[in-house]
C-alpha cells in the first residue's frame, strides 16, 4: 500500500534521513574526544552529538537519544488512522476552485452566501465609517456621544481586527453632538411587526436614514466615507426602537446628500441596549455585537439565523457566528466560510479535500497565524461540507469544554440570508425551544477526540488533539 505523508510529517522524517545519512560518512564520535567546530553534530547508534566548548578545548558531548519514529503498517482493512492517503501539497487535494461556490440565492442579492461577495467594501483594508447620533421631537438626546460611544467602538474595532487577522482598519468619525430629526420616534415604526404586518404607516421607517442625511447634510461631506451608522438615542426603550435597523447596503432606495449618494447605512437601534434583548450571561458585552452584525451585512455577510417568530431564531448555528443570533452565546467569532469570503482566510489555508482519503490537521480558526484552518468538501456546486476548529480563544474565549472542537457544518448557497445557507451537523441534537435562550444554542455541537461524524459518504473522525491543532481522518 503506497503512504504518503503530510507535508508536516513529510518535512519530520526527511530530517531524520538527512540526519542518518550525513553519519554514515562521518567516523563514530565518542564522548570527550576532540571534535573541530562549536555546534557541529553527528549522529551514531540513535544518539545525537553535539561538539561543545570545554575550557580551552572542543569535545564533544554525551549525546542525546533521538526518539525513533513510528512505522505504520499497512492492513487490509486500514484504520482511521492507518493507510490513509496524506498528500505532500495543497493542490493534490484537487482545486480550490470546486469548493469556491458560486452564491445561487438570487439573482439581485445585497448579502451574499457564496462568491464571489457583492459588497464595495471588499478587499479594503481601511474602512471609514461616519457615525451620527440623532434624536426625536419627543426623545432628546441625554447622553454625550463621545461617552456613549467609545467602549462599544472600541470592542467594534477589536472584533474586527480580530477576525480579518489584522487585515481590516476601521476609522471612525461621530460628530460629538446629536442631530435633530423634525418627527417623533412612533412617526418611524421601528418594530419588525409593523413591517411584517404594515401595520400603519410602516413605510416610514424608509423614510429615517433619508431623514437623517438631511439633517446633518449642512455640516457633513458624506462623500468622505465609505458607510454610514446611525446612532439612536441610548435612553430609548426596545419597544419605541427595537427590532429593525433600517439602512441601504448597495444604493437600491437611492438616500442622496449633497455630496451624492449615501449607501452602506445601517443604524444602531435601542433593542440592542435592552437587558430583555440579550442573554445577561454575556453582561455587557451585547452592547457592541448588534452593531458589530449589522456591520457584517455592510460587508456583506448574510443573517445564518432562521427569522422566525413561531419557530425559534438560532436554529441554523446557534451561539457560533455573530452573523448567527448576536446577542446570545460565547461564539461570535465569524465562521472559516464568512472569513475565506471576506479575503480575510488565504486560499492557501483552505484544504479543498477531494480525496477518498486524508488526515489533516487544523489550527483554531481564532488564532492569528498563516496554518491551515479550514476544510472545505465538494458536494455539488452550491452545497459543501465545511470543517474547522474552535478553541475558546480571542473572541470565544469564555467557550466552555463543551463548546470546543471540530465544527462541522453543511454549506449551500442557493439558500438565501435568514433560510439556512449554513447549517451546523451534529452527532447529538440540539434541544428545540421557542427562542434561543431556552436551548444550548449548538453548544456541544463541536466533535470531540474519538468521535466522528456520518454525512452521507464522507465520514469526519476527530483522531487526536494538540496544542495548537485538531487532527482529523476524512474518508469518503
Not at 131 to 149: C, R
Not at 193 to 221: C, H, L, R, T, Y
Not at 259 to 266: A, C, H, L
Amino acid at each position: 500500500m503506497n503512504l504518503k505523508f503530510s507535508r508536516v510529517l513529510g518535512i519530520v522524517l526527511i530530517t531524520c534521513l538527512t540526519i542518518s545519512s550525513s553519519a554514515i560518512a562521518v567516523s563514530p564520535p565518542r564522548s570527550g574526544a576532540k571534535c573541530s567546530q562549536v555546534g557541529a553534530t553527528k549522529v551514531y547508534k540513535s544518539k545525537k552529538y553535539t561538539c561543545v566548548k570545554s575550557g580551552k578545548s572542543l569535545l564533544w558531548n554525551k549525546g542525546v537519544a533521538i526518539p525513533k519514529m513510528p512505522t505504520p503498517t499497512p492492513t487490509a482493512t486500514p484504520s482511521p488512522t492507518v493507510g490513509v492517503v496524506v498528500p505532500n501539497d495543497l493542490k493534490d487535494f484537487g482545486s480550490i476552485a470546486n469548493c469556491k461556490l458560486k452564491d445561487m440565492s438570487s439573482p439581485s442579492r445585497t448579502v451574499s452566501t457564496g462568491f464571489p461577495i457583492t459588497s464595495d467594501l471588499l478587499g479594503k483594508s481601511e474602512v471609514k465609517v461616519l457615525g451620527l447620533y440623532v434624536d426625536f421631537t419627543n426623545m432628546k438626546g441625554q447622553i454625550e456621544p463621545k461617552i456613549d460611544s467609545d467602549p462599544i467602538i472600541s470592542k467594534f474595532n477589536e472584533f474586527y481586527n480580530a477576525v480579518s487577522y489584522g487585515n481590516l482598519r476601521i476609522n471612525w468619525t461621530i460628530p460629538n453632538h446629536y442631530f435633530h430629526l423634525t418627527q417623533p420616534v412612533d412617526f418611524y415604526h421601528f418594530s419588525l411587526k409593523s413591517m411584517s404586518e404594515k401595520q400603519g404607516d410602516w413605510a416610514n421607517i424608509f423614510k429615517f436614514p433619508q431623514d437623517v442625511i438631511d439633517a446633518a447634510d449642512s455640516e457633513i461631506n458624506f462623500s468622505q466615507f465609505d458607510a454610514l451608522v446611525i446612532f439612536t438615542p441610548p435612553q430609548a426603550t426596545d419597544v419605541e426602537i427595537g427590532d429593525v435597523s433600517p439602512g441601504d447596503l448597495k444604493g437600491e432606495i437611492g438616500y442622496k446628500s449633497q455630496d451624492g449618494p449615501v449607501r452602506n447605512i445601517r443604524t444602531y437601534v435601542g433593542s440592542w441596549r435592552s437587558p430583555s434583548w440579550a442573554d445577561l450571561r454575556l453582561g455587557q458585552e451585547y452592547l457592541w455585537r448588534g452593531i458589530v452584525h449589522e456591520f457584517g451585512h455592510i460587508l456583506g455577510l448574510p443573517d445564518y439565523y432562521m427569522l422566525d417568530f413561531v419557530n425559534r431564531f438560532d436554529s441554523y448555528v446557534g451561539q457560533y457566528d455573530i452573523m448567527g443570533v448576536p446577542q446570545y452565546g460565547q461564539a461570535p467569532e465569524l465562521f472559516a466560510w464568512s472569513r475565506w469570503l471576506l479575503g480575510w482566510l488565504l486560499d492557501k489555508q483552505v484544504i479543498c479535500n477531494q480525496l477518498q482519503s486524508s488526515v489533516i490537521a487544523l489550527s483554531p480558526i481564532e488564532s492569528k497565524n498563516g496554518e491551515t484552518k479550514f476544510i472545505v468538501i465538494p458536494i455539488s456546486d452550491h452545497e459543501a461540507i465545511g470543517i474547522e476548529s474552535r478553541r475558546a480563544m480571542g473572541f470565544d474565549s469564555k467557550l466552555g469544554k463543551s463548546s470546543e472542537g471540530v465544527l462541522i457544518y453543511k454549506i449551500d448557497t442557493s439558500k438565501p440570508s435568514q433560510k439556512g445557507p449554513i447549517q451546523i451537523q451534529s452527532i447529538r441534537p440540539n434541544p428545540q425551544g421557542s427562542w434561543a435562550d431556552s436551548s444550548n444554542l449548538f453548544r456541544d455541537a463541536p466533535l470531540k477526540v474519538g468521535e466522528a461524524l456520518q454525512i452521507g459518504s464522507v465520514k469526519i473522525t476527530f483522531i487526536r488533539s494538540t496544542l495548537d491543532s485538531d487532527v482529523l481522518n476524512i474518508s469518503q
